[in-house]
């Protein structure tokens, strides 16, 4: 078997557990995971890390940004920032009216929502509160508070406009709710706004272009461990130190700080290091593929 990620494309409908179960069956594999869910109505790119050693490199991949596009409803908000929760038209305010053009709402965005931006998560999220999953306190109706937390957003570029439905392209770090920057946008605006559909169309460097559905996906489609981790700093082992990290012991050397280091033996990745905080000059492995 391939050890490695998966690129798919999630079409609307399914949950992402469902998709990685889809993705399981097809290639009989048990051990996949995947660096972020999409909520059932979403579609575009997933990446699924397939074989336990592939699971292991996950922690590496998660910061990474992530592009898309998002299909945002004014006028209305939604109990879950998007079209599956229930629906209540806004009423507007005596004298307001729309943008006639998406340079205002442009600008808007230019001055509210670029950078590092303060964001609650939707009640309807994974959020966990309490040990428990937010949108499952949701759904029993129980009453509970979100944090806000900092986000960041890179890019968000208004496409086509025509009140009430707007189209955003929009690129962000790991932890942002597009469905929470509709919501906002639509409080700013104050007009309401919801999330009415999503596309996720790029993971770090990779699209939905490359994607593949996931029925159709084939061990061939899937990127291996030494393509995947070529681009970390790399540590080239001899055998007999390979025998020593592959038993948990340390080998001489020193790491760059905050940087992950991989040992590579004969053009394969073989560990993950760290440095040995008992014993100065030495690294030892945290996690051996």
Request: hydrophobic share 40%.
């Amino acid at each position: 078997m391939r050890h490695g990620f998966l690129l798919v494309n999630k079409p609307r409908g399914p949950t992402s557990h469902d998709v990685v179960g889809q993705v399981r069956r097809k290639l009989g594999e048990r051990k996949i995971g995947h660096l972020g869910t999409l909520d059932p109505l979403a579609t575009g790119l997933m990446v699924l890390a397939v074989g336990a050693k592939a699971l292991k490199v996950v922690e590496l991949f998660n910061g990474l940004e992530k592009e898309y596009e998002a299909d945002v409803t004014l006028g209305a908000v939604s109990t879950t920032y998007d079209s599956e929760g229930a629906i209540e038209v806004v009423e507007l305010k005596a004298g307001w009216l729309p943008p006639d053009d998406a340079s205002r709402i442009q600008a808007l965005i230019d001055d509210r929502f670029l950078g590092k931006v303060s964001q609650v998560p939707p009640a309807f999220s994974a959020v966990h509160v309490g040990g428990t999953r937010a949108y499952r306190k949701a759904q029993r109706g129980e009453s509970f508070e979100l944090k806000a937390r900092e986000v960041n957003i890179l890019h968000c570029k208004v496409g086509k406009y025509a009140y009430p439905k707007m189209t955003l392209t929009v690129r962000c770090d790991a932890g942002t709710y597009i469905r929470s920057l509709a919501h906002d946008l639509g409080e700013s605006m104050r007009c309401g706004a919801y999330l009415s559909g999503l596309k996720r169309t790029m993971v770090g460097e990779w699209t939905v272009e490359d994607a593949v559905a996931p029925d159709d996906a084939k061990w061939t489609h899937i990127i291996p461990l030494k393509d995947l981790l070529k681009s970390f700093e790399v540590v080239h082992v001899t055998p007999d130190q390979w025998e020593h990290l592959s038993n948990g012991r340390s080998i001489p050397g020193t790491l760059a700080a905050d940087v992950p280091h991989i040992a590579w033996l004969n053009e394969l990745p073989m560990a993950l290091l760290e440095p040995d905080r008992k014993r100065e000059g030495m690294v030892k492995p945290r996690k051996v593929f």
